[in-house]
């Protein structure tokens, strides 16, 4: 097995979105810091993937997102994460309305995701991929690599950290993506199903690594996984989509039961 | 021996030339998937600012009489600012667009160059003579004599190449464009400023331009409003045959270019020569049948494939 080494340390220095009145305010609410899907639509050529999505992630939480195939559960992290423009709705962090505003300043101020093709850099070292994150968000080259270093080591490829990222075998592709996405600890991460194709063996891996995020890094995740055991073992919430609409939400045993997802997943009986 | 050591250092020389010139054009292309016509015309802009703006026949010097570190700077800075320009009031406004779309609009920026110095400097070619010293023969062994200026071109490509290989490899902004050059959504998924990474790959390719433009005029000591047209055409062609978006390729295409044109000059007979051209693009056109990618591919080209 793998030895995972200790995180790194160390919140960003980046500035965050939250305003200091926003953070008195939301703290007065008890709820932190805050990403917030308000009545978020996405919708392609009259097709609605997304319709009125309400959802609040918290800081130090894992949030499951499911739903069967086109449920539009990647569109709406998407919209999220600047990748779309929401048709209606908005999209705040810490309050802030962020839904139009570029990706790479959503990046900056600390809502981070992968894909789920892992879209590396292939022409570049794994270790490099990482690094690009991090001089983007103003670490020098050097602190950026032994930032790179650190999160690759944590996740058991620092072996791996000089090979070109095309050659890479598709898990570790996978785990690249998290690294690069948690360079320099962003509030909320968004994992768009990192354990697709994976073992049982390696899904228990790729749990383990979900689950150390929160604490190690101090950031909120929302999780999007077809792997029940996956969802079930490692979120706290989960959150259920089917055609673009909230169907069900709760903790995993509750949505389990509910009698909704069960005919959304099987089908009409 | 002498007549081959000759025709192999201009063979260098030329395609040093092309190189630089494909690299210009690759650089925007890798970034932007911009194919950039009015690259010519960025180094025909280059020569103009040589002289003094005015339609008179004979050219009256300005930057081209000052010092020569001076000169260098200012047409290089002059023509960066074009780029830059070109960037900020052109292409960024059709950037999301097709690349076929922002092709076009770079042949019809080019057009508009071209007409704005035909405007100011009249169409008659002018004669402008710096750096006179490059022109000169130096003796390299017992009958063999090349012109400076070829050694000068393959140096100073090299020097380029060495640093623009150093600035993507070790600083911040560098490899924040490899990135962006790989898949640019990605790389601002990522934190990476696209707006800055292109910005970027203008300055660099109007310092490759505005380089390239005094190498240019000192060979021919000539302007004309057309000038750059035709060269751009072979950068082009070396980007292509390179392989669009590696910039190793659009260095290996621009000197495969630059080295079949001179070897073909050299070993044709008198009469075909003139043609030697469209031999030059027949050859392109072998290569591409064999190899449509172009020379080199990138890892990412091959799996969009």
């Known amino acids: 097995m793998k030895q995972r080494k200790k995180a790194p340390e160390g919140r960003s220095q980046a500035d965050r979105a939250c305003t200091e009145g926003a953070r008195v305010a939301e703290q007065a609410n008890g709820s932190g810091q805050t990403l917030e899907a308000r009545q978020v ?12 999505v309400d959802e609040t992630l918290h800081q130090g939480e894992i949030l499951g997102l499911i739903g069967p195939n086109g449920a539009g559960k990647t569109t709406l992290v ?30 900056r101020h600390g809502v981070a995701r992968t894909f789920q093709a892992g879209r590396l850099f292939r022409d570049m070292p794994v270790s490099e991929n990482v690094e690009v994150a991090a001089v983007s968000m103003g670490l020098s080259r050097k602190k950026a690599h032994a930032h790179a270093m650190e999160l690759l080591e944590w996740l058991g490829l620092a072996d791996r950290a000089e090979m070109p990222a095309g050659i890479l075998p598709y898990t570790d592709e996978r785990r690249v993506g998290i690294a690069r996405a948690l360079a320099l600890s962003p509030q909320f991460v968004l994992l768009d199903e990192p354990a697709a194709g994976m073992s049982d063996l390696e899904c228990d891996d790729i749990m383990q690594v979900v689950r150390e995020i929160p604490e190690r890094f101090g950031c909120g995740v929302l999780l999007i996984e077809h792997n029940m055991r996956v969802i079930m073992g490692v979120c706290a919430r989960i959150h259920v989509l089917d055609s673009g609409k909230t169907i069900a939400r709760g903790t995993p045993a509750e949505v389990q039961k509910n009698p909704v997802v069960i005919n959304a997943y099987l089908g009409h009986s | 021996m002498d007549y081959i050591i000759q025709t192999v250092i201009s063979a260098l020389s030329f395609g040093s030339f092309y190189a630089l010139g494909a690299l210009g054009i690759g650089l925007l292309f890798s970034v932007l998937r911009l194919i950039n016509f009015a690259h010519g015309d960025f180094i025909t802009i280059g020569g103009f600012a040589l002289i003094v703006p005015s339609s008179a026949v004979v050219a009256t010097v300005l930057i081209g009489g000052f010092h020569p570190v001076l000169l260098v700077i200012c047409v290089v800075a002059i023509v960066i600012i074009v780029a830059l320009l070109s960037y900020f009031l052109v292409f960024q406004h059709v950037q999301n667009s ?11 920026l080019g057009y508009t160059l071209q007409n704005i110095i035909l405007m100011i400097y009249g169409g008659r070619p002018k004669a402008v003579n710096i750096f006179p010293e490059l022109t000169g023969q130096v003796q390299i062994s017992d009958g063999v004599s090349v012109q400076i200026l070829q050694l000068v071109i393959i140096a100073v490509t090299w020097i380029l190449l060495i640093a623009l290989v150093l600035f993507l490899r070790r600083t911040k902004v560098g490899v924040q ?5 790989e898949d640019f959504r990605m790389a601002r998924m990522l934190g990476v400023n696209g707006k800055s990474v292109i910005a970027l790959a203008f300055i660099l ?22 000038m750059g047209t035709p060269i751009m055409l072979f950068f082009f062609i070396a980007t292509v045959i390179g392989g669009m978006g590696s910039l190793v390729g659009a260095v290996v295409g621009g000197y495969a270019v630059g080295i079949v044109s001179v070897v073909l000059a050299a070993v044709l007979p008198g009469d075909i020569r003139i043609f030697r051209d469209a031999l030059v693009f027949l050859i392109v056109i072998i290569i591409l049948l064999g190899r449509p990618q172009g020379l080199v591919l990138t890892k990412s080209a091959k799996d969009r494939v």
């Open chain 1, 78 to 107: 998407n919209a999220m994460t600047g990748f779309q423009l929401p048709a209606a709705g908005e999209v705040l962090l810490c309050g802030k309305v962020i839904s139009s505003l570029s990706p790479h300043w959503i990046r």
């Open chain 2, 98 to 108: 097709s690349p076929a779309t922002m092709m076009i609009v770079s042949f019809a």
């Open chain 1, 41 to 52: 639509s996405v919708s392609f050529e009259g097709l609605t993937a997304v319709n009125s």
């Open chain 2, 177 to 181: 464009m490899r990135a962006a050059a």
């Open chain 2, 205 to 226: 390719s109007g310092l490759l331009a505005g380089i390239m433009a005094l190498l240019f005029v000192t060979q021919t000591g000539v302007l004309t409003f057309r």
